[in-house]
């Protein structure tokens, strides 16, 4: 049985990662919001697009939604989650900026 500071960390770990997953299939970290506007608008029209566009919502937010799962148990109270939650989506940001650019070219391929 694991130790139960080596635990929290695991799931807290794995929390990132999971929220940094959702962040690089979303292309957050390099997409601008004009550009967004313009890709989502133009998928619109282009159904098979769509399609991938909200399948790639979709699993994002299952993604986030994995991640609070995993990371919920770990605090005590909502006030709590919140404060942390906020710090892992950041470092989950930092993450997706240091490793998005070469999985999404991965990919890609």
């Given at each position: 049985?694991?130790?139960?500071?080596?635990?929290?960390?695991?799931?807290?770990?794995?929390?990132?990662?999971?929220?940094?997953?959702?962040?690089?299939l979303?292309?957050?970290?390099?997409?601008?919001?004009?550009?967004?506007?313009?890709d989502?608008?133009?998928?619109?029209?282009?159904?098979?697009?769509?399609?991938?566009?909200?399948?790639?919502?979709?699993?994002?937010?299952?993604?986030?939604?994995?991640?609070?799962?995993?990371?919920?148990?770990?605090?005590?109270?909502?006030?709590?989650f919140?404060?942390?939650?906020?710090?892992?989506?950041?470092?989950?940001?930092?993450?997706?900026?240091?490793?998005?650019?070469?999985?999404?070219?991965?990919?890609?391929?």
């Amino acid at each position: 049985m694991l130790d139960p500071m080596v635990a929290l960390v695991l799931r807290f770990a794995i929390a990132i990662v999971l929220d940094a997953l959702a962040f690089i299939l979303w292309d957050v970290g390099t997409r601008p919001p004009l550009r967004l506007a313009r890709d989502v608008a133009r998928s619109v029209r282009i159904p098979r697009v769509f399609a991938y566009g909200v399948l790639r919502l979709i699993v994002g937010a299952a993604l986030l939604l994995c991640a609070a799962d995993v990371s919920r148990p770990g605090m005590p109270t909502m006030q709590a989650f919140t404060f942390i939650e906020t710090g892992m989506l950041i470092a989950a940001l930092l993450v997706e900026q240091l490793i998005g650019p070469d999985l999404r070219r991965l990919m890609r391929a």
